[in-house]
């Protein structure tokens, strides 16, 4: 039987927020950023809703060549890359547990991966996908699905003595910018892929949109000056 209910570990997201928050206290480097996107599908809310829930083949082969392992009916333990900042390495892997679709919103959250922790990082992801009915589109195809992406991401890294003589001012700009370029870096490949993998499944033409990458980073971030950043 499967087991379609979250893990305690999802379904309380207040400890691992908390966690995030009390950061500070034992030396740890802190990086968020708050993002948001879109991508349109040339079909019904329906279709588009059991595509996302048959995620056993879309992730795998739209996450490519980010390596992606199965860890329970819905979660995958995903290997982002490699990345480097001020000379400390570092190669990223989290646990994501895909929800199932419910009242037309598809929830992504951290999950712990068995066996596994991590060498000086953790990870907090929080994504949540919106469908709504798009607007009238021409032939041939019969309907459009506007699918609204928003990502909460917040990493924590457990600083190597090396880097402690380091302003935490210029660690935190460096990490910070580069989780942004990282989130579009990625969210620009995959969003590409999922239309790609969803029209060519269902035989449908790609919508006009598709050239498009419609990517807001540090959106509704408190105390922030930095304005949207529509890439399109």
Not at 3 to 28: H, V
Not at 106 to 134: C, N, Q, W
Request: with cysteine; charged share 20%.
């Amino acid at each position: 039987m499967v087991n379609d209910s979250p893990p305690e570990d999802i379904a309380d997201n207040a400890i691992i927020d908390q966690a995030i928050a009390r950061t500070s206290a034992d030396g740890g480097l802190v990086l968020e950023g708050h993002y948001a996107g879109k991508m349109d599908m040339a079909a019904d809310v329906d279709t588009v809703g059991r595509y996302l829930n048959s995620h056993q083949g879309w992730f795998t082969r739209c996450a490519h060549p980010m390596q992606v392992d199965p860890i329970a009916d819905h979660g995958y333990a995903l290997v982002v890359g490699h990345f480097a900042m001020l000379g400390h390495e570092v190669e990223p892997k989290v646990g994501l547990y895909l929800s199932s679709l419910d009242h037309r919103v598809y929830r992504i959250d951290t999950m712990p991966i068995p066996g596994y922790v991590a060498p000086g990082y953790d990870v907090d992801f929080h994504s949540v996908l919106e469908l709504k009915e798009g607007a009238a589109v021409p032939p041939p195809a019969m309907a459009l699905t506007e699918v609204d992406w928003e990502l909460s991401l917040a990493v924590k890294i457990h600083m190597p003595r090396l880097l402690g003589a380091v302003p935490r001012s210029l660690l935190k700009s460096s990490g910070d910018r580069l989780l942004n370029q990282v989130v579009r870096q990625v969210s620009k490949r995959l969003t590409r892929r999922v239309q790609e993998d969803f029209h060519t499944s269902h035989n449908l033409p790609l919508p006009e949109s598709y050239r498009g990458h419609h990517f807001w980073s540090n959106w509704g971030r408190k105390g922030s000056s930095t304005p949207p950043d529509d890439q399109a």
